[in-house]
């Protein structure tokens, strides 16, 4: 996607992919490698300095949770200020831009100055972590259907909540690593049943991705902890049945006669 306006400056969105450099586009390899201005997000593994053109102008303009090193109307403004100047500009942003990436507010940004822009797609976390977890989001008889959510604002939000009743698909949520009793809850009350399975995936598309595997009716009492300080995403489904019951086969191999003998 691009616009049609034609000016000195542009603007290239490249979506990074969820953390190595090497789950990075072609393209978006190829814009970085010609940029004469980067503004990164956090997230992107460090190997993807390794790319940035020496010449280039490299900003960090990072935002975590409770963690943000610049606000979105700093970044709008860079963006607008190198453009203007006639730079070549890539603002890159980790997974795809255009999932819970802000992208459409810094493209208004750039179309009320009249600049030009171009979105590079690249790999969500969504699909990447699913990759890692060997599991096919959608499973024909069983999952036609994917929902994807912003764990930083559902709670407080029951718009976000309209058409979940007895959803019959898969449901992922970004961002709500560190409320998954509140969000197990939510489900459950809606209408998905508690015997339903609970991923918490870390790290997504990374070779240290790890998972936790639960139900609701179990994480709404204990919760789903995370192990590392990487993002998390929350896998909600029945594709992901057989991901319990191999981890249920595993802890029993592990566990002595008598003690498998006193679980039952």
């Known amino acids: 996607m691009s616009s049609n306006k034609t000016e000195q400056g542009f603007v290239s969105f490249v979506s990074g992919g969820p953390g190595p450099v090497d789950l990075l586009t072609l393209r978006g390899k190829s814009r ?13 593994d460090p190997s993807f300095l390794d790319i940035f053109p020496v010449s280039a102008q490299i900003l960090y303009v990072g935002k975590r949770a409770k963690e943000h090193y610049r606000t ?16 070549r500009v890539v603002r890159l942003k980790g997974g795809d831009a255009s999932i819970f990436g802000r992208l459409s507010e810094e ?11 171009e979105v590079v ?9 699913a990759a890692n977890l060997k599991i096919s989001l959608t499973v024909r008889g069983l999952a036609r259907q994917i929902i994807i959510l912003d764990g930083h604002t559902i709670l407080e939000d029951e718009r976000s909540w309209m058409g979940m009743e007895n959803f019959p698909g898969t449901i992922v949520i970004l ?8 969000l197990a809850a ?67 191999k592990v566990m002595s006669p008598s003690s498998i003998l006193e679980s039952l």
Do not use: C, W
């Open 32 to 44: 970085i490698e010609s940029a004469e201005v980067i503004l990164y997000d956090a997230l992107l």
């Open 72 to 87: 979105q109307s700093e970044i709008n403004s860079l963006l607008v200020e190198f453009a203007t100047q006639g730079k």
């Open 107 to 117: 493209i208004q940004s750039l179309e009320s100055f009249g600049i030009s822009y």
């Open 121 to 129: 797609p690249g790999v969500s976390s969504v699909t990447a972590g």
């Open 175 to 182: 961002m709500g690593s560190e409320k998954t009793k509140e």
């Open 186 to 252: 939510r489900l459950i009350q809606k209408g998905v049943s508690e015997n339903t399975p609970i991923v918490l995936l870390e790290n997504a598309g990374n070779i240290n991705a790890s998972y936790t595997v639960s139900t609701l009716a179990i994480t709404v009492l204990n919760g789903l902890k995370k192990e590392s300080k990487g993002p998390g995403i929350l896998y909600v489904g029945e594709v992901f049945r057989s991901l319990l019951h191999r981890e249920r086969v595993i802890q029993n």
